[in-house]
Antibody, heavy 119, light 111 residues
Framework: EVQLVESGGGLVQPGGSLRLSCAAS????????MSWVRQAPGKGLEWVAN????????HFVDPLKGRFSISRDNAKNSLYLQMNSLRAEDTAVYYC????????????WGQGTLVTVSS | QSVLTQPPSASGAPGQRVAISCSGS????????VNWYQQLPGTAPKLLIY???QRPSGVPDRFSGSKSGTSASLAISGLQSEDEADYYC????????????FGTGTKVTVL
């Protein structure tokens, strides 16, 4: 059974940093692109970034370039999102999702981890 | 700001049919397939339709998708109370260098 479990969320002050993790199981993690998607309270879904199977390629939504970075450790079946210079508008539930082969779409999602940026 | 536009809400009585539109552009809906996600209250999104009109295993055939040009549509026939959720269209966008875009989302209410 495919499982994605996010962790690392919490309360952080504006300007602070946070590193989210996503532990994957039930599939060969190193063979799939992975994404982060976020959802601000009461708002819609926003794709944040994705990373290639071997970590050699990544893409970001433009506004977050330079502040956020994505990485993975295939030996640990883990995906990461490093978030720096956090702002109130980064407050959201952050989901990790697998990019499946069929339809090249996000076929499995984690339960999400809440990040709250507030003083 | 989303590049895929959906109506904010849709509703229908149990048993009725509801359709949700998704409007995009040549860089996303023309060049790539559309996917639909269902998000029940307080839960993570779930893949509902992929490659315009394909249902993952376990998704009832009451849900169907279509695409024509720069528009796509999700239809729910035989509406049930458990279909009350937010629905999002999404696609890869070639103008944004490998980025994925979601629609603005539609809240479906079962009357």
């Amino acid at each position: 059974e495919v499982q994605l479990v996010e962790s690392g969320g919490g309360l952080v002050q504006p300007g602070g940093s946070l590193r989210l993790s996503c532990a994957a199981s039930g599939f060969t993690f190193s063979r799939y692109w992975m994404s982060w998607v976020r959802q601000a309270p009461g708002k819609g879904l926003e794709w944040v970034a994705n990373i290639k199977e071997d970590g050699s390629e990544e893409h970001f939504v433009d506004p977050l370039k330079g502040r956020f970075s994505i990485s993975r450790d295939n030996a640990k079946n883990s995906l990461y999102l490093q978030m720096n210079s956090l702002r109130a508008e980064d407050t959201a539930v952050y989901y990790c999702a697998r990019v499946g082969y069929v339809g090249n779409t996000h076929d499995y999602w984690g339960q999400g981890t809440l990040v709250t940026v507030s003083s | 700001q989303s590049v895929l536009t959906q109506p904010p809400s849709a509703s229908g009585a149990p048993g009725q049919r509801v359709a949700i539109s998704c409007s995009g552009s040549s860089s996303n809906l023309i060049r790539n397939t559309v996917n639909w996600y269902q998000q029940l209250p307080g839960t993570a999104p779930k893949l509902l339709i992929y490659s315009n009109n394909q249902r993952p295993s376990g998704v009832p055939d009451r849900f169907s998708g279509s695409k024509s040009g720069t528009s796509a549509s999700l239809a729910i026939s035989g509406l049930q109370s458990e279909d009350e959720a937010d629905y999002y269209c999404a696609a890869w966008d070639d103008s944004l260098n490998g980025r994925y875009v979601f629609g603005t989302g539609t809240k479906v209410t079962v009357l």
